[in-house]
């Protein structure tokens, strides 16, 4: 065995789970961690950042693009405490990620010495906290063992973050321990008794739906639910931004599960018969307020596929529980035998031309107030992207023209393409987008409002010091749009805090390095893509949006006039 820093150790220990990139800012807790990169730079990149939420963002785009944890680097106290965003972002996202916290010395423990939290409290390992485990290493040796189980703990299961807590002065200790080998996720098979309960159902159903999506999908697992879907002619719709898990041009697809939902596909899943939904844990967002898909109990028959076996059950009685990772899920899924004929094939076709219609951005059924047209300008997109293109935003209504209008190609093509915060995290689409271009050298597209661009702007700095090359579609409308939405609905024309006074957007990403310029107007928006696509570095495209456009479903003053008219 080689002697060596324990923090060279831990670098070795990445490297050995295939760890290519972490992100971080850097800490005087960590410093022995430091330098093993420093020792290692041939194998693998510390990329630095300016500010820790931007660096746990970029772990969790790294998660999600991979499959496997993300890595983040901080110092302790505030360090932590500002990566807590990404965590959170992991958790309910089921994203698997790993958090090193640099951490006081073991003497000063206990004393509330310098900027030291009990992290085992503060990330609360639980059901209802923000990692899945939270881990101090004291003993230097044991290093490849805690890496080693954190990475185990990440991936199996419902994916998802854990923290490790590293003491200084362990980390300069000399120790003489390897590194353990890579690790691989375990694939959870559904029993057959399961499949056939759920090839009845099926048999016995007449609107079936399929809803897809959560953490732990590859291209092979996209690729089996779509063969499995063309097998029954089953439509299929993608839950709360995981619209890459089924190919939407697909002739089987019914559109996307969460906010703004289309409402003709909302009626489709309170009047299915039988939902059946693999992956995702049926969240919020997902069911609209637990109301589309009623809790405890749906209306609905429900089978619920999902990897961990403490998500079946936990908020709804599924009428069938499958505990399944999702690679093991569709592979069974897709040799499920089908009858020769299906008395769903109308129903499938209604619920997909019901997608088409939404998406249309010639069926006139969107006037907007200003000289930008939100659906003609993601139109452009879907014209000038190419098909492996990663998109990324944060959160805000102006994700919802990127939700409802673009159509994704998908992971069934092999490549992730979405990367969007189900906790509705603002300031994450500029981080992962720089994380994307850093990680996978495609293009990538950010749409930003103003508010979600200024929370994370500062890692403009961290893309042009790594040769990051993003698009980033900033609309400005000067206000928390959102926020302001649901200000006009509650109290109409009573507006606080919701505003905002920004500065010149287009010489701050100068200033960071990016090229930019302002769009006033529909047409001036498709040759300031093209120019962005054919640029060497980075690009900022600011709109200037109105107020009054807020939502796909309306405008500031419909929102207005029926708050006033219902007394709301």
Not at 15 to 20: H, L, M, P, R, Y
Not at 376 to 391: G, N, Y
Request: proline share 6%; with cysteine; charged share 20%.
């Amino acid at each position: 065995m080689t002697s060596r820093l324990a923090g060279h150790l831990l670098v070795e220990c990445l490297i050995a789970q295939g760890v290519t990139h972490a992100f971080g800012v850097p800490g005087e807790s960590y410093l022995a961690v430091l330098d093993g990169f420093h020792a290692h730079a041939d194998r693998i990149r510390f990329i630095t950042n300016r500010q820790e939420g931007g660096a746990a963002f970029m772990a969790e785009a790294q998660g999600k693009l991979t499959g496997r944890p993300g890595v983040c680097f901080v110092t302790r106290g505030p360090g932590a405490t500002n990566a807590s965003i990404g965590v959170h972002t992991a958790f309910q996202d089921s994203t698997p990620m790993v958090l090193f916290v640099g951490d006081v010395a073991s003497d000063a423990r206990d004393r509330e010495a310098f900027q030291e939290v009990d992290y085992a409290v503060f990330f609360g390992p639980s059901t209802k906290g923000m990692a899945k485990r939270v881990e101090r290493i004291d003993d230097a040796r044991r290093i490849p063992e805690y890496v080693a189980r954190a990475f185990a703990t990440a991936m199996n299961g419902r994916p998802g973050p854990v923290v490790l807590v590293l003491p200084e002065d362990m980390l300069t200790e000399t120790v003489d321990a390897e590194p353990l080998p890579r690790l691989e996720p375990v694939q959870s098979w559904a029993d057959p008794g399961s499949l056939r309960q759920l090839r009845e159902l099926l048999l016995a159903a007449e609107r079936p739906l399929v809803l897809a999506g959560g953490g732990g999908w590859t291209s092979q697992a996209a690729a089996a639910l779509q063969r499995f879907a063309e097998n029954w002619q089953l439509p299929v719709a993608n839950t709360f931004r995981f619209q890459d898990t089924f190919d939407n041009h697909h002739p089987l697809y019914a559109g996307d599960v969460g906010l703004g939902i289309n409402p003709a596909l909302a009626r489709r899943v309170r009047e299915s018969d039988l939902l059946i939904a693999i992956g995702p844990r049926l969240g919020e967002s997902t069911t609209g307020g637990y109301t589309l898909i009623e809790a405890p109990l749906p209306k609905q028959k429900l089978v619920h596929i999902h990897a961990s076996a403490e998500e079946l059950g936990r908020v709804y009685q599924p009428t069938l529980a499958i505990c399944a990772t999702m690679n093991a899920a569709a592979r069974c899924l897709e040799v499920l035998s089908a009858p020769p004929q299906l008395p769903w094939v109308d129903w499938t076709a209604a619920c997909h031309a019901d997608y088409e219609v939404n998406v249309d951005v010639r069926n006139g059924g969107i006037r907007l107030p200003g000289p930008i047209d939100m659906p003609a300008i993601i139109h452009s997109l879907q014209s000038h992207l190419p098909a492996d293109a990663v998109l990324t935003n944060g959160a805000g209504n102006f994700a919802s023209w990127l939700h409802r209008f673009y159509c994704y190609h998908g992971l069934v093509k092999g490549h992730k393409t979405q990367l969007a915060p189900t906790n509705g995290a603002m300031g994450y689409g500029v981080p992962a987008g720089i994380a994307a271009s850093i990680l996978t050298g495609r293009t990538v597209f950010t749409i930003a409002g103003d508010g979600d661009f200024l929370m994370n702007g500062q890692e403009l700095a961290t893309a042009v010091m790594h040769g990051a090359r993003s698009i980033i579609l900033l609309v400005n409308n000067a206000s928390f749009g959102t926020i302001r939405m649901h200000q006009e609905r509650e109290y109409p024309a009573h507006v606080s805090g919701s505003s905002l006074t920004n500065p010149d957007l287009c010489a701050l990403a100068r200033a960071y390095g990016y090229a930019a310029e302002q769009v006033l107007t529909t047409e001036g928006f498709e040759p300031a893509l093209q120019r962005a696509l054919a640029a060497e570095g980075g690009t900022v495209i600011e709109l200037l949006l109105d107020t009054e456009v807020i939502t796909t479903r309306g405008t500031l003053s419909a929102i207005r006039e029926q708050a006033i008219k219902t007394g709301r």
